[in-house]
């Protein structure tokens, strides 16, 4: 008796048991399964300064390109030649505010870059740095909050000249100036110009060329192993028959209003460059905004 009951059990145990099978799931009609789909949740980033952000010439397109995931969408309303005056006077915030207001997204966030062309010595968009520009940045910060949106700081991109082996610091008042308005508004920061002046002392004064949307000509390369550059157009042959450049002409054509020439110079940026440096607003980003962590892509398409 004993044996016919073993012999009953080990049949049992070799039938798969019924209560560990897994039920087949059931099968959706269409119907069923578009129910089930749920709705996304989107942002926006909208990026607002000069030509170091801009298309052709800044860090802004290899950043909306390479950095930030399909749920999020990206507007670049840069434009060469801005200052934290002229961006205003011309519209161009006009233009960011409605972007700021268009419904569909969870939330927007507003990175403000300006100080290249706040500098002096450029009519019609120079600003006054210690009451003005602070005073516009915060205008700016204001305005985005009043939209529901959330404003982030971002501190001008260094330029790229050396003298003596040591890289120019000319920036540095009006990064100092946007930092101060971050910390009294608690707004976000991302000091760009502290991390890109680390990055182009790394690669020093010939290896930072290569961030240049194009070659520099032999002179300036020749000049930049010796630890000091000189002015960018150097060796550069005119076009036939051009009128000479007037003193004003050549510094504006570092940061002509409108779109950035392509050509090389110690302030604008190629692909390699944009690429280098929205991997650095990415790091900064994604600590300083922890809710857009998640939307980050660290790593770009050259690192």
Not at 9 to 18: D, E, H, R
Not at 36 to 61: C, E, M, R, Y
Not at 125 to 131: E, G, Q, W, Y
Not at 132 to 147: C, G, I, S, W
């Amino acid at each position: 008796m004993k044996r016919l009951a073993l012999t009953a059990l080990l049949a049992i145990l070799a039938t798969p048991a019924l209560a560990q099978t897994t039920p087949a799931a059931p099968v959706l009609t269409e119907a069923e399964a578009r129910a089930q789909v749920k709705k996304i949740t989107a942002k926006k980033v909208i990026l607002v300064g000069d030509s170091t952000v801009a298309v052709l010439g800044g860090w802004g397109p290899s950043f909306c390109g390479h950095h930030l995931s399909s749920f999020v969408a990206c507007v670049n309303l840069a434009r060469g030649g801005r200052s934290s005056f002229n961006y205003r006077a011309e519209g161009s915030w006009d233009i960011a505010l409605a972007e700021m207001k268009s419904g569909g997204f969870a939330q927007t966030y507003v990175l403000i870059q300006f100080g290249h062309n706040d500098q002096p010595g450029k009519p019609g968009r120079s600003t006054d740095l210690v009451i003005e520009f602070p005073q516009n940045l915060k205008r700016y910060v204001e305005e985005v909050r009043a939209t529901g949106a959330i404003p982030v700081l971002v501190t001008p991109l260094t330029r790229r000249g050396f003298e003596n082996g040591r890289l120019q610091d000319d920036l540095a008042p009006w990064a100092e100036a946007t930092r101060k308005v971050a910390s009294e508004m608690n707004v976000p920061l991302v000091d760009l110009y502290a991390r890109s002046q680390e990055a182009v002392k790394a690669a020093g004064p010939v290896g930072s060329m290569a961030y240049a949307q194009k070659p520099p000509s032999p002179q300036v390369l020749e000049a930049g192993k010796t630890g000091t550059t000189i002015p960018a157009q150097t060796g550069v042959a005119p076009a036939p028959n051009a009128t000479p450049l007037t003193e004003a002409q050549i510094r504006d054509a570092t940061e002509p209003m409108g779109q950035a020439k392509l050509s090389f110079d110690y302030t604008h940026v190629g692909r390699n460059g944009a690429d280098v440096f929205a991997a650095l607003v990415t790091r900064e980003l994604a600590k300083v905004v922890p809710d857009l962590r998640r939307d980050l892509i660290a790593q770009g398409p050259t690192q």
